[in-house]
């Protein structure tokens, strides 16, 4: 599935089974409220937490995909095609980093 497929599928469901869309404000604090379950099970499975009863089992690919779905329903209600915006972005990131990365000496095996 490409970036623009999904951003599809998720405004057909939108419009079909979630009714509409809900404001711009409300996904951007449903979208802190994912970004914060997954950094939940980041602390705990890979960080220094460990888990609540009941906690070991969270599912780290379902809450991220929580993320992206929020995601795409934000570009989608604010007109924004993620694929384009992706493609600028690499390019951005890539010319602004071209040596930057590979000159850190706490990114080489040495540093």
């Known amino acids: 599935m490409t ?3 999904a951003q599809e599928q998720v ?3 939108i419009k079909s089974v979630g009714v509409r869309y809900f404001g711009e404000l409300t996904n951007m604090a449903i979208l802190t409220e994912e970004v914060g379950e997954v ?3 980041i602390s705990r499975r890979y960080g220094d937490q460990s888990f609540k009863s009941g906690e070991e089992n969270s599912d780290l690919s379902d809450e991220l995909c929580d993320v992206f779905w929020v995601l795409l329903c934000l570009a989608n209600q604010t007109g924004v095609d993620l694929t384009s915006a992706f493609e600028k972005n690499m390019e951005k990131k890539t010319n602004r980093d071209k040596t ?3 000159n850190n000496p706490k990114l080489t095996k040495n540093g």
Request: proline share 0%; charged share 50%; aromatic share 8%.
């Open 11 to 13: 405004d057909k469901w």
């Open 3 to 5: 970036i623009k497929e």
């Open 100 to 102: 930057r990365h590979i």
């Open 39 to 41: 950094a939940r099970i």
